[in-house]
């Protein structure tokens, strides 16, 4: 496909760190002065390609879990520009809390859930009002998480459906006031999951 004219292409490959190719990276593209002038996200195959006026661009990439890179390149008028693959390497992980017990602040936590209704519309929703403690292992694989919440507290943003979930057909909120959560384990998803 022909480049508009007064323009190049900047086009690049991400790779994680075993070198396949890592989709949905952001890549922030700035001209000499500092300026964002395109943003997007790398392909399902890694690449990310994008058309910009001649000129001098800085690339930024990050993704969670990985180090931010940056790369100068030159885009040419007519010229399809391929910066080097980036390979980017996993982020340093955060020191873990101190071990021991934690209460959730719920100013800052939410319960969320999402249910399939009639198996089509994914109707999302959360508890407002519940309560819970952290228990930080001195390995993050021993730790595990208690929460109690209000049964009555539930909230998909539509009185008459959080009515019925209360009733004895769902919740049964008058017999069950409360339900309490407790995690097995703690896993490592990947990312910062």
């Not at 001209?31 to 690449?47: F, H, I, K, L």
């Not at 407002?128 to 998480?145: A, C, I, K, P």
């Amino acid at each position: 496909m022909p480049l508009p004219p007064g323009s190049g292409s900047l086009e690049c490959l991400v790779l994680d760190p075993f070198r396949l190719p890592l989709p949905r990276v952001e890549v922030s593209v700035r001209d000499a002065e500092g300026r964002e002038v395109v943003r997007g996200q790398t392909d399902p195959n890694g690449r990310f390609a994008t058309t910009v006026r001649p000129g001098a661009y800085g690339l930024s990439i990050t993704s969670d879990g990985y180090q931010p890179v940056r790369r100068d390149c030159l885009a040419a008028d007519g010229v399809r520009t391929t910066v080097d693959s980036v390979a980017m390497d996993l982020a340093p992980q955060p020191s873990l809390p101190t071990p021991g017990a934690w209460r959730i602040d719920p100013d800052h936590s939410a319960v969320r859930f999402v249910a399939r209704h009639i198996g089509l519309a994914a109707v999302q929703g959360r508890f407002n009002q519940f309560e819970g403690t952290l228990m930080v292992g001195e390995r993050m694989e021993d730790s595990h998480l208690e929460v109690a919440i209000d049964t009555a507290s539930i909230d998909t943003n539509m009185r008459q459906r959080d009515d019925h979930l209360r009733s004895a057909d769902f919740l049964d909120v008058a017999a069950y006031p409360s339900m309490h959560f407790a995690s097995e384990r703690f896993v490592y998803r990947g990312e910062s999951r």
